[in-house]
């Protein structure tokens, strides 16, 4: 799922270009309606010409909104950048820009709205050379411009084009395992109780779910799961999702509270960050300055502490210390924006590097700022994290390799993450840390375990209900449908036994709850084979014979069963009467020595047929060598 998240100057047309795209009004308030301007986040979805379902979140353009602005935008994948045609670049039309710059917002496209207004071709030409110019240097310096009319439609299929066309070059959000949900709306329905929304990052959420919901140190359930006003069982990263709760009560929830699974996300308020200072900010930045910081859908005061100057010029960068008034769930790596209120503008921003430093740093420190270069290029852990997240299944020595970390430090990190849970190991017992370095064993995150496990579930049910009679699919056929390396599958494989879910043998998997069970029609078809091989037990029905009765799954059945042996593609034996032949052919041949293939249909009373037959089997099995005419014990 993906989120494509408006930016512009206030009346430029975002929320009725979105409600041509959707057919959806975005203006959900009655002032918003009344006085035809988007105050807080609007949300709507269409279908892509791909077939691709996304979510758009509209935002306000107005500065007096600014703050609602940033709540929705921080969670978006693509902007839909707007500017009306006959207006061109206005002071929204930067700040929004900026605001997507400093959030590193990964694509985006423009919309030059209104385009019905102009008349003249060499205006619309001027314009788009305007915004062109005032792209340079942005996230979105590449981005397409769009001519288009909400009103006529005009350029409506160009710009869902292109919106697809980016789409495909954006990733899709990492599952970590460790879903969190920023909160932008919370609401009661009749009937159902609280209702909280948000887009939902870094792992997935399930119907009956216990969650948190930080700060406040709140838990509840999860009663329901919505997305584009349908039901859901569970909702996967990048979606727009509503979530019923239960076991809290609304008014104790508010936006820019964060929703996640218990035991992993704690407030802080101290955290260690990059700050880039806009060129266009109005004066340098002392240090202890008095800001706003927004970060996902949370707003709190802050005093920004310079920890390698005494104040920041603008255009300038430096590393900082956040002394949040109230705490903020944070993760490292999350995007902010620091903001006046007073007058209204947008200082910078940057990225959180340290969320939980401890205590405060003392400034001007070089041990300090070299520690927080180094937290910058990347703990050894969120490196290993980011790479996993690339592939569904590791070996530890090759994911270990490609961190390009040191191979002791990162041995210990990889460790500790599995010791911690968040990474599956699928040997048992793990390996110590010194010897990860050159171990083969497979290292996976914890939802992709999850995601496996359904595979190989999904499959082996498949197979179950197509071949009810036999005992399980081979490894081979299971490994080119999982499409995983053998040794990895053997490893996941051995796991999945341990947990109890699997059974394996050295050729099959099965489901630990499936058991071959003939019907009573098929019971009495192998009651009436079963009664010829007693009849005639050294010259049974062939092969050919037993399958017209029984039909090939069922003699396969019969064979993966051990009540027949098959020792070649015309000669069946049943059980016991095969390895009586075998006791009786061991014990003449301890006597004599050697046999030729008459004296063995001799001493069974068979024929020359189902001798050899008999004979050629017990050579695979290396109980009998082949010396010219004769056989020989091994």
């Known amino acids: 799922m993906f989120v494509i998240g408006t930016a512009g100057h206030v009346d430029h047309g975002k929320s009725t270009l979105v409600r041509a795209l959707t057919g959806i009004n975005p203006d959900r308030l009655r002032e918003e309606q009344q006085r035809e301007m988007t105050i807080d986040l609007g949300f709507a979805w269409l279908t892509l010409p791909s077939g691709r379902e996304v979510s758009i979140v509209d935002v306000p353009g107005h500065e007096d909104f600014i703050k609602n602005m940033l709540a929705g935008v921080g969670g978006i994948d693509i902007a839909l950048f707007v500017v009306a045609a006959d207006e061109g670049v206005m002071p929204q039309t930067r700040e929004h820009l900026a605001i997507l710059d400093l959030l590193q917002i990964p694509a985006g496209v423009v919309a030059l709205t209104k385009s019905d207004l102009v008349t003249d071709p060499e205006w619309l030409e001027l314009v788009i050379e305007e915004v062109r110019e005032e792209l340079q240097g942005t996230v979105l310096e590449?981005?397409?411009?769009?001519?288009?009319?909400?009103?006529?439609?005009?350029?409506?299929?160009?710009?869902?084009?292109?919106?697809?066309?980016?789409?495909?070059?954006?990733?899709?959000?990492?599952?970590?395992?460790?879903?969190?949900?920023?909160?932008?709306?919370?609401?009661?329905?009749?009937?159902?109780?609280?209702?909280?929304?948000?887009?939902?990052s870094d792992g997935r959420l399930t119907v009956g779910?216990?969650?948190?919901?930080?700060?406040g140190e709140l838990s509840a359930r999860i009663r329901g799961l919505q997305s584009h006003k349908t039901k859901i069982k569970e909702a996967l990263p990048g979606s727009r999702v509503a979530v019923n709760l239960s076991?809290?009560?609304?008014?104790?929830?508010?936006?820019?509270?964060?929703?996640?699974?218990?035991g992993w996300l704690e407030p802080t308020t101290l955290a260690d960050a990059r700050l880039k200072y806009l060129a266009r900010a109005p004066w340098p930045l002392k240090h202890n300055a008095l800001v706003d910081f927004y970060c996902g859908t949370a707003r709190v005061e802050a005093y920004v502490r310079l920890l390698a100057a005494e104040e920041l010029a603008p255009g300038d960068e430096g590393w900082i210390q956040l002394r949040l008034l109230e705490p903020v769930a944070l993760v490292r790596g999350d995007r902010y924006i620091l903001r006046l209120a007073s007058p209204s503008v947008t200082l910078g921003g940057g990225r959180i590097i340290q969320p939980h430093p401890g205590r405060r740093h003392r400034r001007f420190r070089p041990e300090v700022l070299a520690r927080l270069e180094a937290l910058a290029r990347g703990t050894p852990e969120d490196v290993l994290l980011q790479l996993l997240a690339r592939r569904p299944v590791w070996e530890a020595r090759e994911l270990l390799r490609q961190s390009a970390l040191p191979l002791e430090e990162a041995s210990g990190a990889l460790h500790g993450l599995i010791?911690?849970?968040?990474?599956?190991?699928?040997?048992n017992p793990?390996?110590?840390?010194?010897?990860?370095?050159?171990s083969g064993v497979g290292v996976l995150l914890q939802s992709a375990w999850a995601t496996l496990q359904g595979q190989i579930r999904q499959h082996l049910q498949s197979y179950h209900q197509k071949y009810p009679l036999r005992s399980g699919m081979s490894r081979e056929e299971l490994k080119s449908r999982v499409q995983l390396d053998g040794a990895l599958l053997n490893q996941a494989l051995e796991r999945a036994n341990q947990e109890g879910w699997a059974v394996?043998?050295?050729?099959?998997v099965r489901l630990a709850e499936h058991q071959p069970v003939p019907s009573p029609e098929e019971q009495r078809a192998i009651q009436r084979v079963m009664a010829l091989f007693r009849e005639n037990p050294y010259l049974p029905p062939s092969v050919a014979q037993v399958e017209e009765i029984l039909g090939g799954e069922l003699l396969q059945y019969l064979l993966e069963q051990g009540r027949l042996v098959k020792v070649s593609d015309e000669v069946l034996f049943d059980r016991e009467t095969y390895e009586e032949m075998v006791r009786r052919l061991v014990a003449r041949l301890k006597e004599k020595g050697e046999m030729t293939v008459a004296e063995v249909r001799d001493l069974l009373n068979t024929s020359r047929k189902y001798a050899l037959g008999f004979l050629e089997d017990l050579d695979r099995r290396q109980i009998t060598k082949r010396l010219g005419d004769t056989r020989v014990l091994r």
């Open 430 to 438: 793990v390996p110590p840390k010194e010897a990860l370095p050159q």
């Open 209 to 215: 779910d216990e969650v948190r919901i930080v700060p």
């Open 419 to 427: 010791a911690g849970g968040q990474v599956i190991c699928l040997a």
């Open 142 to 200: 590449r981005a397409a411009i769009v001519p288009v009319s909400a009103a006529t439609g005009a350029g409506l299929p160009a710009l869902l084009a292109e919106l697809d066309h980016l789409l495909d070059q954006v990733a899709p959000r990492p599952d970590l395992g460790r879903p969190r949900l920023p909160i932008d709306r919370v609401f009661t329905v009749a009937g159902f109780g609280t209702v909280v929304t948000g887009t939902l």
């Open 247 to 262: 076991g809290v009560d609304a008014a104790l929830l508010r936006r820019g509270q964060v929703l996640v699974h218990p």
């Open 504 to 508: 394996t043998s050295a050729a099959t």
